[in-house]
Structures are given as C-alpha cells and as structure tokens.
C-alpha cells in the first residue's frame, strides 16, 4: 500500500477502459482540515465536499466504472458535535433532493448500506426514496455508506444467518464465506478493487472490513475537497500498476 505523490498528482494520464477497476471505494476524508486550514468553519469543508462527490460520481462514470462505493457517514461520526452532525444531515437532505434527479437521467442506481433501524424517520425516507427512485437503472451503482461500519455490517449478516440457523432454515455446516457475502449490505456486486482514500491518512477506518479483503489501496495526499478528475486518474493509473495476487504467486516471480 502507498500514497501517491504530489507530482504523479499532477499528471491526467489516459486511461484504457478494459483496465479500469469495476468497483471503486472511496474513503472521503479531510474536510474538517480543508476548511480548518482556510479558517473557515467545518461545515464549510462538508459543503465543497459535497462538490468533490459530484464530480468524483461523475467522472467515475465516464470512465466506466460499474460500482461506487463512498463512505460519507460513519456509525461512529454520531460522537461528533451535534452542530456539525446536523450541518452533515442539512447536507444529506440537500445531495438528495437536488442530486437525485441528475444522477436518475444519468441512469446511475443509488444504493444506501448501512444500519437503517436507528435512523430518523425523516433521514430513512430520504435514503428509500433515492434508492426507490433509482431501483430500475441499469448505469452505475452508487453505494452511499450512510451510518456505516464494517463490523456492523459482519454483525448484522451473522445475526441474520443465525436466525436462519435457529428456524431450522440453515445448517451450521452450510455456512461459508458465499453465504456471509450473500447477506451484507452489498450482496450481489464484487468487491471493491480498489480503496481510495483522501487526506494522506493511511487506514480503513472500518470501512468495507469483508470486502477488502483483497483490494488494493491508495493514499491520496490532499483533502477530500480538492479531488478531482486528475486525482482519480491518477489512482486509477496507481492501479494498474499493480500486481494483483489473490494470494498466489505471480507468473513471472518465484516466490513472496
């Protein structure tokens, strides 16, 4: 795993659509500091935050990716000041109500993941009402990670297992990783290729746990706000560089 630098940063290389990874996942981080950094009130950070996310969307649809994942709202971000959570949910109400109807003509499909029973009715409509919305089309997928955690989610699929289990329905011994991926929030798509995450940090921060598995990661060194176009081809470009194992040896090595 490394970090790219600020001078590959700077290259828009072209990008060969058989090459671009099906599923992305993006960590979107450091907003707080973007705006921290300008002395501006975080809740400014959130705002171009949200316009880095449309263009980040969009670009990711020309070039051809199937699936998106972005992480916008942790199960664990409910500890955060309560002025900032509801300039976070102002700002969720506003992507939906005016993104929506562009991401539907654009014939992207928005799928929420994360836990839905402790939400408030007013956020829970909001979130069925893109996903309904956008139930039929066929572009890409646009997974929002909206009070989200990794574990929660593993917590939640063995809960629903052992249920299964306990009606009779499901025998212990047929209970394999096909199974546990059949019943998280993103059963149905590959997992991510690639993990993407802003800010310079260096960690999954509880995202994705199950899928990651064998992702490959890239740090990007600048806050979420200031991604654009270059800086996802050029994460995409870090991509292609790599050597992508499962675990086995590659053609040309002898070992590692």
């Known amino acids: 795993m490394s970090a790219l630098g600020e001078a590959q940063l ?22 707080g500091r973007w705006a921290e950094a300008r002395g501006l ?22 070039l051809g990716v199937r699936y998106l994942t972005v992480f916008s709202f942790s199960s664990e971000n409910w500890s955060r000041p309560a002025q900032e959570i509801a300039s976070l949910m102002a700002l969720l109400r506003r992507f939906i109500q005016e993104d929506l109807r562009e991401l539907h003509q654009a014939n ?12 408030s009715p007013e ?13 039929g089309n066929t572009g890409m997928t646009l997974f929002v990670a909206f009070n989200y955690g990794g574990r929660d989610e593993i917590v939640r ?16 011994d047929a209970i394999d990783e096909d199974m546990i991926a059949a019943h998280l929030d993103t059963a149905g798509v590959p997992d991510p290729d690639m993990i993407i995450r802003t800010s310079g940090e260096c960690r999954l ?52």
């Open 10 to 31: 700077r290259q828009r290389p072209a990008t060969d659509a058989a090459a671009v990874p099906a599923h992305v996942g993006i960590i979107m981080d450091g907003n």
């Open 41 to 62: 009130p975080r809740a400014a950070g959130h705002r171009k935050g949200v316009e880095a996310l449309r263009r980040a969307v969009r670009h990711a649809g020309e």
């Open 108 to 119: 992207v499909r928005v799928r929420p993941i994360g836990r839905r029973d402790n939400l």
């Open 123 to 135: 956020i829970e409509s909001l979130l069925r009402n893109a996903e309904d919305t956008t139930r």
């Open 157 to 172: 699929a063995c809960q629903a297992i052992a249920r299964g289990v306990q009606t009779g329905a499901v025998s212990p």
């Open 205 to 256: 921060s509880n995202f994705t746990m199950w899928q990651a598995a064998y992702s490959e990661f890239v740090f990007v060194p600048v806050h979420w706000p200031d991604f654009d176009e270059a800086a996802l081809d050029s994460a995409i470009a870090e991509f292609r560089n790599r050597s992508r194992r499962f675990g086995s040896v590659a053609a040309d090595a002898g070992g590692g």
